[in-house]
């Protein structure tokens, strides 16, 4: 077990890449099937473990070579029993796949750590879809639900717990303390949608103060994923305190909504420099970002290109 739980070296304000959108690259650059966007799902096949392996070890080259620190995130977004059960994974299946992604990555990490850290998250998806949360939860349901994949990850090297695509407050403070019961510091991403506000409506500043609240500042940091820079710069321009929590971010590729992506047929990747650049202007503003990635729509290339235009800010 690492003593990452205890000092996260993300916390220490040096540059840290991610990964990029893991289900669009696999589906549209990789030509496999994702069913509910699952990924985990392709652990079940000799193919499918090949595919994610490199994947991965894509973006662990790119960190080597830029020198910075990595965040590998694994491929259990979905792995939570609704979805699960979608796919027919029992609670014991599932149990297993969750274990075997982490498995996955520590060897990753073994294989290529060279000095820069490497930490291992456990990514945590929302119950409901991740572009309209037409079912909520109370906070209290949230932990309960969330508690049982928080567990498995707890007993494996995982060294956070990140929540990814959190789509109403309530939810992220279940999973908060659910990770706080099992003694796992927690990252907490929310979406925005085109107004910069939550799906719920929400607006970020007043999510991000709420879970605080309620939570007597449990998250180790905020990110927000699964957005143009395009959506939620607007919602930044102040000098308030929240701002400092954000320290992560994966943005889309594509300055299209929730809603247009999930009809469209074609992968919209953007303009991977662009991207970039649109990230140096946010550090300028959220003075705490140092950890850097992708969503839906950005690839190897929009994260070499993001490492190459912050590197220098760092």
């Known amino acids: 077990m690492t003593d ?5 070296p993300q916390l220490n304000g040096d540059l840290f890449l991610t990964d ?7 589906i549209f650059h990789e030509g496999l099937e994702l069913p509910y966007f699952a990924s985990f799902d392709l652990l079940k096949t000799l193919k499918g473990r090949k595919a994610l392996r490199n994947y991965f070890d894509t973006y662990a080259h790119i960190a080597t070579q830029q020198h910075t620190g990595l965040i590998l995130e694994s491929a259990t977004w979905r792995a939570n029993p609704d979805w699960g059960t979608k796919l027919g994974y029992s609670a014991k299946a599932l149990e297993t796949v969750n274990r075997d992604a982490i ?3 520590v060897g990753i990490r073994e294989e290529w750590q060279n000095g820069n850290p490497i930490v291992i998250s456990g990514c945590v998806g929302p119950r409901s879809d991740g572009y309209s949360p037409e079912f909520q939860m109370t906070a209290e349901a949230a932990e309960k639900y969330h508690s049982e994949q928080i567990a498995v990850f707890s007993e494996t090297e995982t060294d956070i717990i990140t929540a990814i695509t959190m789509t109403y407050s309530e939810e992220a403070i279940g999973v908060t303390r659910a990770a706080k019961s099992a003694g796992m510091p927690v990252a907490i991403s929310f979406t925005v949608e085109t107004d910069g506000r939550l799906p719920s409506g929400q607006a970020l500043k ?3 103060i709420q879970v605080d609240a309620e939570t007597g500042g449990g998250p180790a ?3 927000i994923n699964c957005a143009h820079p395009t959506h939620f710069s607007d919602a930044l321009t102040s000098d308030e305190s929240w701002l400092e929590r954000i ?6 590729a594509s300055k299209c909504s929730h809603a247009e992506l999930d009809e469209a047929t074609e992968l919209d990747d953007g303009n991977p420099v662009e991207l970039g650049q649109n990230y140096v202007a946010l550090k300028s503003v959220l003075k705490n970002l140092n950890v850097m990635g992708g969503c839906c729509g950005t690839d190897h290339r929009h994260i070499e290109a993001i490492g190459e235009a912050c590197r220098p800010l760092f």
């Open 221 to 223: 940091y905020y990110m």
């Open 247 to 252: 320290h992560g971010l994966r943005a889309n």
């Open 4 to 8: 990452f739980r205890k000092n996260l």
């Open 103 to 105: 498995e996955m990555l």
């Open 20 to 26: 990029g959108g893991i289900e669009t690259t696999l």
């Open 206 to 208: 007043d999510a991000i």
